[in-house]
């Protein structure tokens, strides 16, 4: 599967070692992590921190899938809203999952804050506006639902928008606790620290089977043969090596990043942007100065990815973006679309296969795909030091939503 077409900006930015694989493999691993983007590195250090054996392995080199197309917008609030959620799963549930996710995003300083490199974690606001007078309603009763439950985050009507932000919409929540990253360098880092920690790191192999024996798991990969208890798959929107995947729709999105600009605009605390259309437009600044904006989401069944279509895609964005900051003029530097997946439910998938012991599954399908990593990273290493994490049977891989119409079955 393609994971992304077109030029990437994030690995421009930072420079990636080559990493040996071991010259000795454990006789026996705790687990091997199959999968080597943000869900593996994440995973691979949770365990790492109770002590467990790990190794990580990967077809392509670390953090060259997904991870390097992600655009490093990090919030608590997810793709569905708390209210919203509310009606889906119960009240006790989707309260529950939020401040989870909150939980994540300090979660993800923490880590942040541990790592060899600097990956450009920085805090931001978040600015969430309705994109028309019909989304109203629904800003004001997510608002009043997430201060309601202690959510930190605060109400902006049209005329504070605009005095705040140059952007002329009915009205928007602003929410605080969020972050923005270098995706591509968050995650290298993780890995070289969780390689210092004693990690066996394996890029350019293939996981091809996996056979259980005497409660013991035998991995046959493209570069011999391991042993371990369990193996945890967080392969992203990549077919899966074993079993399927159904309750999901696989979907691309486009991004342009532009050339930086001499001086960014009056950007109300280089805020993090979207809104409540579908698809919705999203942007964020960087580092150096530019402008990172996304979305013209659609199935990815349909045309070829061509070099036309990413322009033509491109210059949509552009003028989308222009929509929102009319005076501003922006140049396209870089311009690509990148697979992503988002489930009926719009919860990830994360635990133990229903009917395969010792299968584990990271599966972070959602506009919140490295808050969910982190989330998961978490369950999984509870899980498998036999701790009941509180947030698992939310988002456990089998799961019915009638409501949803929709069913995981791996």
Known sequence: MDLHKGSLYWPTTYQTTYRKKPAIKAEHYDAVIVGGGMSGALT????????????????????????????????????????????????????????????????????????????????????????????????????????????????????ALLKNTGIDRPCSIVTFGDAEVNPYAFANGIFDLAEAMGAHLFEFTEMLDAKESNGSLTITTSDGKMRTKNIIFTTGYETLPVGKRCGADINRSYVIVTEPLKELPAWYEDALIWETKRPYLYMRTTADGRIIIGGLDENSGGMEITDELLRKRGNELQREFNGVFPHLDIQIDYVYCATFGESIDNLPFIGEHPHRKNHFYLLGYGGNGTVYSMLGAEILADQLCGIKHPAAHIVQVERDAEEVNGKMIL
């Open 44 to 159: 691979a250090l949770s365990l790492l921190d109770r002590g467990l054996q790990v190794a990580i392995l990967d077809k392509r080199r670390f953090a060259a899938g997904s991870t390097s197309a992600n655009t490093g917008l990090l919030q608590y609030s997810n793709d569905i809203m708390l209210h919203e959620l509310i009606e889906q799963i119960g009240l006790i549930d989707a309260v529950d999952f939020y401040r989870n996710c909150l939980e994540a995003m300090k979660q993800l300083k923490r880590v942040a804050d541990r790592l060899p490199v600097d990956p450009h974690f920085i805090g931001r606001e978040s600015i969430y506006y309705a994109s028309d007078e019909n989304d109203v309603r629904r800003i004001e009763k997510e608002y009043q639902t997430l201060t309601k439950y202690g959510f930190p985050c605060t109400y902006w009507d049209r005329h």
